[in-house]
């Protein structure tokens, strides 16, 4: 049987309890909570998809809402306490589909119980489970269309689909939305596109003390005459670490250590793509160049303490989130020439956009910038922090998130109020 199958399967067979649903509504009225949301993520490690869902668990509850996040948890959920948000621990990462049919029943579970309002998916897997369970508890299913899915096979795009499926679908560029629109049948309307945004708080230059920096930079073995390069990425291939690796040994033969180069990022357990770049770094004599240094905490002084940020993907990346985040700080950016940077990133004026999997011009690009001069690289970092303060505001993710939600429930009750039956007239 396959998953569409045994989810349908699933629903018919299932039988909604109200009287579970009328006791959470009276708890949730009586603990005060106006909006109840439940988001389903895969795992609360570092990325674009658990930093935002902590950004919209904050925003409910600082509305006076009750934030829950289904996820098999990670090294943010200090983050998600501080943020106001509850994490209900499931093992929302598994793919397997007897799993995925239990997450879905723990899930409707707690709809019921908790007086879920709106149950969030943010990934295909557990938005299987999510999916079922909205359905099973009759609220509305918002779905994130937070990266752009190959669909090599009939089977990948059917499950590819669930992203597609949402009451309200989130595209977090133009880009994505333009990707959902041309590969799912679903009209324009249901597709907002609300960018990820930057905590300008957090990612604040002002905050950054010189001191740190000097520190941090003295960690990294920098001298003072080289210019660093952040890379922050996870490490997997399509994030062109390798790319860039091949870039610096060019630029090494002909600036020898005119730059130092931090690869900042987990592998993920794939050790043999991390073997595969130390194997690179070494053959190319790039030791004392290219540094891995691991997952960093303190990324707005990881950006404070360079002078470039490169993102070499060679694949489309839906928004790339560190290429605003460096902007906020004032530093400009490389990118590779797909999906999301090129919105966020303004060639000649913000940074430089390059051709992905290309290690001449991004080599090239690079002496651009190390060219450019101090001067030049902080009028870049400027413009770009000008701009995503105007465009790329973690509050107006907030604020444009929860309109979303108002809306779905309007329409909701607009469904409901159609479908009950008149009253009879006295």
Partial sequence: MNLSALLSKTVIKHRFSRDGRATGKRRALQEGHNLTVLQVTPELNAGGVERTTLEIAEAISRAGGLALVATAGGRLEPDLKTAGGELIRIPAASKNPITLIANAFKLAKIARERNVQIIHARSRAPAWSALLAARMARVPFVTTYHGIYNAKSPLKTFYNSVMARGDAIIANSEFTREHVLANHDVMPERVTA????????????????????????????????????????RLTRWKGQMVLIEAARMLNERRPNAVKIIIAGDDQGRRAYTQEMLSAIKAAALQDVVSLVGHLRQMPLAFAASDMAVFPVIEPEAFGRGAVEAEAMGVPVIASNLGGYTETVVEGQTGFLVPAGAAGPLCGAIERMIDAG??????????????????????ALQSATLAVYQRVLSQADSRKAAKAPAQPVL
């Fill in 374 to 395: 101090a001067e030049k690289r902080t009028d870049m970092g400027r413009k770009g922090q000008e701009r995503v303060r105007a465009l790329y505001s973690k509050t």
């Fill in 194 to 233: 609300i960018p990820r945004g930057v905590d300008l708080d957090v990612f604040n230059p002002e905050k950054i003390a010189a001191d740190d920096i000097a520190a941090l930079r003295v960690k990294w073995g920098v001298s003072s005459s080289q210019c660093v390069i952040l890379v922050p990425a």
